[in-house]
């Protein structure tokens, strides 16, 4: 709502000040370049997950024709300091995502990101990712984009994903969520500290971890701190939830140098590798 998609960009108001805004492909590109993004990529449109076939195919072609203009214009200010990406789309549809993998592992990009709609569940994205995967390249870095829970992770790595992004580590921190081995808590990959069982547990988050909001904080305290309407619990878990993805995905890397990965993927998914 209150976006205008057209050939030349991206039109939309400013929710500051209401200003009009138009975001091209070249326009994106200058914005990353200024923040100084190690990765960026190319202006894309993601459509929803409810949108029919030509509708989705006239905003991939849109979409591969943005890249298009974003690569121009990242190689126009290139100095080797950064990498572009680009992205593939074509929402659930299997020769869409063929075509707009062929047409990102064509392009001379640094890396590959699958994106767009993965469908309305976790089998349908697990598939739609998998049908643009076997058509990208594998002397190149591939990405999955807004995917970050535990078992997407497995699921990802185990199909040739190197790396994700998703907001669920601090979005989940701010409803109580804390991450956690599935296999000691019944296959759940979180806590929710809200829960009355938590309010007299002395033991930390996660005494294993390294930093001090899982090993230093009982659960009791953050529990304290949500019922309390205190903000300190949810950065508490913010902390906590990126600590523990980042040694989670450690931990992917140590299975995959040491030909454990089969069995770690059973562990945290309780399923066998594909």
Same mark, same amino acid.
């Given at each position: ?81 950064? $990498? =572009? ?8 549809? &299997?020769? %869409?995502?063929?075509?707009? +993998?062929? *047409?990102?592992? /064509? ?70 969520? $804390? =991450? ?8 759940? &990959?979180? %806590?929710?500290?809200?829960? +009355?069982? *938590?309010?007299? /547990? ?70 066998? $590798?594909?």
């Amino acid at each position: 709502p209150g976006v205008k998609i057209t050939e030349e960009g991206a039109r939309f108001h400013s929710y500051v000040n209401g200003e009009k805004i138009l975001l091209t492909p070249e326009h994106s590109i200058q914005v990353q370049r200024q923040l100084g993004a190690d990765l960026i990529v190319v202006l894309d449109e993601c459509t929803p997950f409810h949108v029919d076939k030509d509708c989705t195919a006239r905003s991939m072609q849109l979409s591969h024709r943005w890249a298009i203009r974003s690569r121009e214009e990242f190689e126009r200010g290139d100095d080797g300091s950064q $990498a =572009l990406y680009g992205i593939v789309q074509g929402g659930v549809y &299997e020769d %869409l995502r063929r075509e707009s +993998a062929q *047409f990102v592992a /064509d392009q001379p990009f640094f890396g590959q990101a699958i994106g767009g709609s993965l469908g309305s569940d976790k089998s349908q994205m697990r598939e739609v990712a998998g049908w643009a995967r076997r058509h990208l390249r594998d002397d190149r870095p591939t990405h999955l984009l807004g995917i970050g829970g535990l078992r997407d992770i497995w699921e990802g790595v185990a199909m040739g994903i190197d790396t994700f992004d998703c907001v669920h580590p601090t979005r989940l921190a701010r409803h109580a969520g $804390a =991450l956690c081995r599935p296999w000691e808590n019944e296959g759940r &990959e979180h %806590l929710n500290l809200k829960n +009355a069982r *938590f309010r007299e /547990d002395l033991t930390p988050v996660d005494e294993r971890l390294s930093v001090p909001a899982s090993n230093q904080f009982s659960r009791a305290y953050i529990h304290h701190l949500f019922k309390a309407g205190e903000t300190l619990g949810g950065q508490l878990l913010a902390i906590h939830n990126i600590a523990f993805l980042s040694w989670m995905v450690g931990e992917i890397r140590h299975s995959i140098r040491t030909g454990t990965f089969a069995e770690e993927f059973k562990r945290w998914t309780g399923n066998s $590798a594909r």
